[in-house]
């Protein structure tokens, strides 16, 4: 996963708590899914002049809610419930980061958000991937193994998209500001049955 060149791995014993509430973990990722699909519109509402980003960015907000469809799908096979949305900490830390960070212009705004979006994916990824790799249920493993591959895409989207349309910004520099941000956090995560928890 060094792709994603992320500075601090998930413990695989953060799969063991997963297991002890496989319908937390579904509710809290199936809302994920829900979050991101309305993230890729907000960016897409506010940067609609950019039409290669709204064609990439409406097929990937397509695919979150076709994630969020499989994820509840799961949950009904099971005879569990889809619960309340949940709160997520680590992507409010992420986007009170993004706020501050933000010098006002318009293009400063769309790189944060796609930055912090990339952020999110590149986390799910490896957090699914650990998953995949851990769990001990083999219709999970084999779901969030194809999720992974997913996730790995859409980040990929997000800093193309950054660097394409981040005139005057030092894209890679500002990147690395959020891997150092997202490792200086990260540690306060991993140790509930939540996608980022």
């Known amino acids: 996963m060094s792709i994603l060149r992320l500075k601090l791995p998930t413990d695989p014993r953060?799969?063991?708590?997963?297991?002890?509430?496989i319908e937390e973990i579904l509710t809290d990722h199936a809302w994920c899914e829900q979050k991101a699909a309305t993230n890729a519109i907000t960016i897409i509402t506010h940067n609609s002049e950019h039409q290669d980003l709204v064609q990439d960015l409406l097929a990937l907000a397509k695919e979150e809610i076709d994630h969020f469809e499989q994820v509840h799908n799961i949950i009904i096979k099971r005879g569990l419930k889809l619960g309340r949305e949940r709160k997520d900490?680590?992507?409010?830390?992420?986007?009170?980061?993004?706020?501050r960070s933000s010098n006002g212009s318009r293009v400063s705004g769309l790189v944060e958000r796609l930055l912090f979006s990339a952020m999110i994916e590149a986390r799910s990824c490896e957090r699914f991937k650990v998953l995949s790799e851990n769990?001990?249920?083999?219709?999970?493993?084999?779901?969030?193994?194809?999720?992974?591959?997913?996730?790995a895409g859409h980040y990929t989207t997000f800093i193309g998209y950054a660097r394409k349309y981040g005139e005057g910004i030092d894209v890679e520099q500002r990147w690395r500001e959020w891997l150092d941000f997202e490792a200086s956090i990260i540690t306060n995560y991993g140790k509930s049955e939540t996608v980022h928890g």
């Open 14 to 21: 953060w799969v063991n708590i997963v297991e002890k509430n």
């Open 89 to 99: 900490d680590y992507v409010n830390e992420l986007y009170l980061y993004m706020k």
């Open 135 to 151: 769990i001990e249920d083999p219709e999970l493993a084999t779901f969030y193994r194809d999720l992974m591959e997913s996730e």
